[in-house]
């Protein structure tokens, strides 16, 4: 029997919103597939003079309301499924938060740190070169994700200024501050979490002094727990890709964050401070008030959902919840922050990004928080209002949120364009 697909496990959650909503069945029909989905074999140079190949995949999802908007990521596991999946996603995420976007998403498979920078470079060139004339301001935007970051997003930008021979700014996002990039797009996604977790403390029943238990400790990971700590939060156990440590006391961010710009695991930070090693697959049940998975899908699944103690669960990462996960956390009274609300400030910085490399006109570090904290709270209160009038979770609520805007645009469009807007 085949198996299910990561897409398949996703339309679920379309499944249950559109049980909530009276709209045309065309419209469901319409987002269960990728409208577009290319695949290329990339090839570049090693440093070793040898050529090596890496597969490479840029999925516009829907682009009803807007230019296709996503993340590239470069992962030795990425496939085709996972891409579709997280553009999916993208066309979700940025109908909730209501930015003028459709959802798209790409990736190579490969793993970049066992790359030079010079390869990584020509690597990133390369993606480039093959999708330049998928990509476009107008058309498809990318932005950094899982293990790219600024410098990418410039080498890229500078490959579509050298093809198309002028510089042209808004065709990507996360771009750094010095080719066009937006001030605070570096911990927006962090940022955009810690202010809906804020908003809504007083309907959770939040705690002012939370224990927080965090899977992943990239850039998401890293500024929640600062931002957090910062508010006297109390960080207990840390994982990434090669392990995990916790501390009672809380962890100290700072020895954190020093391993991880030396290059380091957390780990090595074990038997200073207080902190102690712990199995990875253990964080999930570590005690505490929240917990934050940061890195990659189906990190809490059936077979340790029933272990989770935290009340809270606020989804920085995309997909880290399965759909059965769902249901056991559900019945045992956690509540779920969704990705396509809960990590949304990053793609919304994305947008602030866009808008000012189009009118050429730069806004302050306190223009970026404040429109980003006005549209979380709008769009956390729009989607928390949802949910307690139908009585559903908050994740159901966010894809109704999500899906009453794509239905009205789809249906805007005419069902003449319906197969091909
Ligand atoms: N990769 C991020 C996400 O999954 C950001 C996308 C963007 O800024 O376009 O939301």
Known sequence: MQQDSLLDHALVRLDEAAAHLDIDPDVIEKL???????????????????????????????????PTKGGIRFHAESTADEVETLAFWMTFKCAVMNLPYGGGKGAVQVDPRKLSKAELERLSRAYMQAFARIIGPDRDIPAPDVYTNSMIMGWMADEYAQIFGQAEPAVITGKPIALGGSLGRGDATARGGYYLVRHLADDLGLSKTMRVAMQGFGNAGQHIARLLAADGHKIVAVSDSEGAVISDAGLHIDLLMEAKENGQSVVSTAGQGGHETLAPDEVAGVDCDLLVPAALENMIHEDNAGSVKAKLVLELANGPVTAEADRILA?????????????????????FEWVQNKQGFYWTIEDIHNRLRAIMEREGRAVWNVSREKGITMRTAAYVHALSRLAEAIEAHGTQSFFTS
């Open 331 to 351: 019945a045992n009274g956690t509540v779920i922050l969704p990705d396509i609300l809960a990590n949304a400030g990053g793609v919304t910085v994305s947008y």
């Open 32 to 66: 269960k597939y990728a409208r577009e989905t290319t695949k290329v074999r990339l090839m570049i140079r090693m440093d070793d003079g040898s050529r090596k190949s890496f597969l490479a995949w840029r999925c516009r999802y829907d682009d009803t309301r807007g």
